[in-house]
Structures are given as structure tokens and as C-alpha cells.
């Protein structure tokens, strides 16, 4: 009999953590002697997710087109594709970020239509505190319209397990505040406080993922109008540039600074990010730098450590806006940061689009 694979999924909102999360799962796992295979899930293809973890050594699939409960099938044959030498011991999943219901439509589909196949784990959602925060306080200036704040609303209220991030670039008393916050709203739920960056509390995260139990049982009541209005509000943008100079720049600092001018941009057009990521890949590097909230400083989360002089970047982008503006302050941001360098920019493909309504493979109300 083949044996049962753990299936170990993480969600939370655009910008939460879950590449890093899903890296240090991993790494742990592999220590531990396993076999472990990761799946990524975006709107489209050439994904920064899976370009980043395949940079950092892992096996890694992707789901492209739509969310794991529109490609279900995809899921499940991408899942069986992995593991090419050895069948995978664990599988970790990293859904869309402005992706809810995935109890009914993606862990009761797996649990009920191949249970014998594999073993589900804790869902564990990591809440971004920078505007977790806001909109747990329903406060006004989220840069969030009520129905997009819906949905980190809805993941929060499916999670077997409530993830705190950040935690190392919090005060005492803003932690305080959020659990407050998550005690008034969803008191029922266990929570941790860690952070994917340096490590801190990843133990008892580890020890949690580790029970066998009944989990992902959470079926949401939830309006789909709702949900699919506040998806299709925060605009996407997946762009490819070449950029070659004459001389070689540091490309880290580069990377930074197209982030840093992006943001500049979207303040001024009082836009809020859910998320930006920059990578850049020459010949013998690879670099990350991201932004999560407009309220926050760009940061490296993946340094080259590598100076080049030509390099392929991916601009990818959530902002509550329209993506065609998005596309157009992109490109403006990376014209003027080679300018700076003495680079010329080669702009490639790019996708800009709102997402289209959720229309799931699967809806599985009544749990197993």
C-alpha cells in the first residue's frame, strides 16, 4: 500500500509571509529526513514564488492560471508530477494570497475524494500585522475597500491555527493589541506569535503541524459576490525586463531601489499595497527584495550578494488599483532606477488584469 503523504497547507493575505514560512517548513522537514515537495498557486505563470524557492534548492510545482479551488485538478496532477525520484513524504501548499474558503474547496475535496492518499495537517494562516491590524479595527485609511478587508476577515475565521508575524519587528504592546483584537473576533482559535525571518517561535509551530486530528473542518458561511468583489479590486501585475549596463551594478541595491521608487509612486496616488516583489536573476545569482504595506520600508528578503551587469527582473504586484495605472507606474519606476545606473531597460511580457469571479472545482459543505 502506497503510503500517506501529509499535506500542509498555509494561507493568509497578499504580503503575509507565506513564501518565507513555507521555506523555513521546509528546510526544517528536510533535516528531519524527509521528502519534501512544495506547490505555489498564482493568477498566472513565471511565478516570483516558485522562481525563489527553486533558487533556495527545493522541489517545487505550480498551479498557475487561478486559485488552488478553480484548478483543483490542476493541483492534484501537479502534486503527483513532484517528487520525480522519490514520491514526497509532505506536501507544503501556498495558495493565492486574496484566496478564502479552501476548506470547502480545496482541503475537504482532497480529505473526502482521496482520503487514503494523504493525511491533512493543521491549517495554519499567518496574519500581517502591519494591516492586519487596520482592518481588524475596522479603522478608516486601510487603503482597503470593506470587501477586499472581507476576505482576510474570511481566512482568518477558517484556520485551524492563527500565525502572528513579524513578531521580531513588533512592540510588546502592539503584539498585545493584536492578540486582543484576535481574542474579541476569533477567540476560539489557537494562535502563535513567530516570525518567518529570524525563526522566533517556529518551534511550536512545528509541534502543532506535527498533531494528527481532524482538521480543516472550519466550512465557511460566506457570500461569493462579496468575495469575488474584493478579489477583482486589487489590480495584478506579472512584468519581465532585461536590463543590461555597460558597467556592473550591485544587484541587491538595484533591486531595492526599484521597490523603494515603486512605493514612492503609490503614495502619491494614495494607493495601498498588498503586496510587491522585485527579483532579479543573472547568471550566477539571485535576488529578492519586497514591500508588504506602505506603511513599511522596502526590504531585501533574498540578497545576491552579486554584482552583474545584465539581469532578467520580474515585477510582481497586488495593489488596490487599476492595473493598467499599476503596469504604467511599474514601468516608469524601472525606467528611471536604470537611468540612475546607466542601464537600459528591455521591457518583455506583462500581465495586468483583475481576477475573475471564484468559480471552484469543488465545494464540500458537509465535512469527513
Not at 107 to 121: E, H, M, N
Not at 204 to 228: C, K, M, P, S, W
Amino acid at each position: 500500500m502506497a503510503k500517506s503523504i501529509r499535506f500542509v497547507m498555509v494561507g493568509g493575505f497578499l504580503g503575509a509571509g507565506k513564501t518565507t514560512t513555507l521555506a523555513r517548513l521546509a528546510r526544517h522537514y528536510i533535516s528531519q529526513g524527509l521528502n519534501v515537495a512544495i506547490v505555489t498557486n498564482d493568477q498566472a505563470a513565471d511565478l516570483v514564488d516558485t522562481k525563489s524557492l527553486r533558487s533556495q534548492g527545493f522541489d517545487v510545482g505550480e498551479v498557475a492560471g487561478a486559485c488552488f479551488c478553480c484548478r483543483f485538478e490542476d493541483l492534484m496532477s501537479t502534486i503527483e508530477g513532484l517528487g520525480s525520484d522519490q514520491a514526497p513524504d509532505l506536501i507544503l501548499a501556498e495558495p493565492v494570497g486574496s484566496c478564502t474558503d479552501l476548506v470547502a474547496t480545496v482541503i475537504q475535496p482532497i480529505r473526502q475524494l482521496y482520503r487514503s492518499q494523504f493525511q491533512i495537517a493543521p491549517y495554519g494562516v499567518i496574519l500581517k500585522p502591519s494591516q492586519g491590524r487596520k482592518i481588524l479595527k475596522n479603522e478608516p485609511g486601510t487603503g482597503f475597500s470593506p470587501k477586499a478587508a472581507y476576505i482576510l476577515q474570511k481566512q482568518l475565521e477558517e484556520a485551524d491555527l492563527i500565525l502572528i508575524n513579524r513578531i521580531d519587528e513588533l512592540a510588546p504592546a502592539e503584539l498585545a493589541e493584536l492578540h486582543a483584537l484576535l481574542d474579541q473576533q476569533y477567540p476560539n482559535t489557537p494562535r502563535l506569535a513567530v516570525s518567518a525571518k529570524t525563526g522566533l517561535g517556529f518551534e511550536a509551530y512545528f509541534a502543532f503541524l506535527d498533531q494528527i486530528g481532524e482538521f480543516g473542518h472550519r466550512v465557511l458561511d460566506i457570500d461569493y459576490d462579496t468575495y469575488a468583489e474584493g478579489e477583482a479590486e486589487l489590480g495584478w501585475l506579472n512584468s519581465s525586463v532585461q536590463i543590461t549596463a555597460p558597467q556592473e551594478f550591485v544587484l541587491d541595491g538595484l533591486l531595492v531601489e526599484i521597490v523603494a521608487g515603486l512605493k514612492n509612486r503609490l503614495v502619491e496616488h494614495g494607493l495601498e499595497v498588498a503586496h510587491l516583489k522585485v527579483i532579479g536573476l543573472s547568471a550566477a545569482a539571485f535576488g529578492v527584495a519586497n514591500l508588504v504595506s506602505r506603511d513599511l520600508e522596502p526590504e531585501l528578503s533574498l540578497a545576491s550578494h552579486a554584482k552583474t551587469s545584465d539581469v532578467d527582473l520580474v515585477v510582481n504586484a497586488r495593489v488596490a488599483c487599476d492595473p493598467e495605472l499599476l503596469g504604467r507606474l511599474a514601468d516608469q519606476t524601472v525606467r528611471e532606477v536604470c537611468g540612475t545606473h546607466g542601464a537600459t531597460p528591455t521591457f518583455g511580457n506583462a500581465q495586468m488584469f483583475r481576477p475573475g469571479r471564484p468559480q471552484p472545482t469543488h465545494r464540500m459543505t458537509a465535512t469527513q
